[in-house]
């Protein structure tokens, strides 16, 4: 391997230059050696405990490493369950080649826990993640990738908000680089109103990982969430420009410019968003057409699509839009599905259920996500929740 490195200053002059040479299994070597001689040059001063990391250089196993690389590359282009299975098998072989490798579990944590924002996740999909990212943590309780997909677990699927909050935490200061934190951070921020907070996080998500649109394209509905949709609108737009091709900033839009009554440019939106990936903004687009007034557009599409079995992300997605409707028994009907969808909390408590707070099946919904709201919240509060033990964990296995 070989890394060559440029350092430029701030107004975009080279003041260094250097190449680092090794082999992979010595990669962590090759890795902290880069890093001490950048710190050298900015002339930043390591703490004690960096030292000391720097100081170690446990040897790679090629094979694993590759493996883990090789499912990380999948999971990040991942549109579907093929690629999903793959990524999980590159990493259920990085953990066969090294059962003890942490980095090997954190990567198998992170495919389940992107398993289970789809549209129908397994059923085991979370408890999966939560065995994982623990098995990460207690092999390597300093690898920051393991305490991110804690904190998605907890965030999620188990409700724990402040254990999430703890978890999220660890992660970024164990690594300040670690995009996807940065991201799932900001929307646990966002639930709770702490809107400021959450924008600094997402938008350093997209500092860091621009590659990756989902740390930029969801910045849009941070504002809609935190009921500033005409800001929304404002950066979404922005954002068709950059990524034209692109269904989920489409989506955004549609939705945004729906709140402020732009009825043309919602409905040209949502159907640019089906347009571009039919198979995943129809109920999106029934929402829509039910806000800016297309009752019976709305209507057609909720008959073709409560004919198919339902799943969790279905059964979010027909609560939607039967409270856009105003449809009170089945919009809560389907809030009810179990299991829950991973996005259900946020929706059971943003501004679209306003109406519903006093309702008593409104309440058991929140309690069953440890949340509470009365009317006028404009933001829930985190309930407390016993923790489960890390002992008696689900294991993981290569299934």
Partial sequence: LEIAARLYDRNEQQVWTASFDGVLPNVVALYRGFARAISDQIRLSLRPEDEARLAEAPPVNPDVYEAYLRGMHVLRNATGSEQYDSAIAYFNQ????????????????????????????????????????????????????????????????????????EAFRKANALNPSLAMNHYHYAWYLALFGRVEEAVVEHRRAAELDPLTPLHTLWIPAIFRFARDSEQAVTEARLLTEQYPTHSLIWRVLAHSAADLGLVEEAVAAVD???????????????????????????????????????????????????????????????????????????????????????????????????????????????????AAPLSGTTEVDSS
Avoid: C
Wanted: without cysteine.
């Fill in 94 to 165: 990085a953990v066969e080649q090294n059962p003890a490798d942490p980095r090997a579990y954190a990567g198998l944590a992170l495919a389940y826990v992107t398993l289970g924002h789809g549209p129908d996740p397994p059923v085991d999909a979370w408890p999966r993640a939560r065995a994982a990212a623990l098995r990460a943590i207690r092999l390597d309780s300093t690898l920051a990738e393991g305490w991110a997909a804690l904190a998605d677990y907890k965030s999620y699927a188990e409700h724990d908000w402040a254990g999430a909050e």
């Fill in 272 to 386: 640019r968003a089906v347009e571009l990936a039919p198979n995943r903004w129809k109920l999106d687009q029934a929402e829509v057409y039910a806000l800016v007034g297309r009752t019976d557009d709305a209507l057609s599409i909720l008959e073709e699509v409560e004919a198919l079995p339902p799943m969790p992300g279905r059964a979010l997605g027909l609560a939607k839009t039967h409270a856009a409707l105003g449809n009170r028994e089945e919009a809560l009907r389907w809030l009810e599905y179990e299991p829950p969808h991973a996005w259900a909390a946020w929706f059971t408590a943003s501004y679209r259920m306003d109406a519903f707070r006093t309702d008593p099946r409104y309440q058991g919904l929140l309690r069953r996500m440890n949340l509470h709201m009365e009317p006028g919240d404009r933001h829930p509060t985190p309930l407390p929740v016993e």
